[in-house]
């Protein structure tokens, strides 16, 4: 069972980049899928949600507006799209997992470095 977070990387003030999360050993679409981050010296910090159901999505207000988060269960993987990104989004980026009704998460991801720079 291992979530993988891949797609991070260096890009300019203003840029974008799309970070994916993907399930092996057990099948996302039984599970709502967070995106969290920490950047460097600050704690972890909640970014996206997508529901498991109906796909209903949340955002930090941080991000409201520039970031989208969108599941394709064909692929048994989540996404978060990142448009005008700013250098205080700089950040290691985490998907998490969990269950319906569950207050924690279930499953943990490695995280991707996104390093938004001049």
């Known amino acids: 069972v291992q979530l993988q977070a891949s797609g991070g990387g260096l890009v300019q003030p203003g840029g974008s980049l799309r970070l994916s999360c993907v399930a092996s050993?057990?099948?996302?679409?039984?599970?709502?899928i967070g995106w969290f981050r920490r950047a460097p010296g600050k704690e972890r910090e909640w970014v996206s949600f997508i529901s498991r159901d109906n796909g209903r999505t949340y955002y930090a207000d941080s991000v409201k507006g520039r970031f989208t988060i969108s599941r394709d269960n064909a692929k048994n993987a989540v996404y978060l799209q990142m448009a005008s990104l700013k250098p205080e989004d700089t950040a290691v980026y985490f998907c998490a997992a969990k269950g319906l009704g569950r207050t924690t998460y279930d499953y943990w991801g490695q995280g991707t470095l996104v390093t938004v720079s001049s």
């Open positions: 050993g057990f099948t996302l679409d039984r599970y709502g």
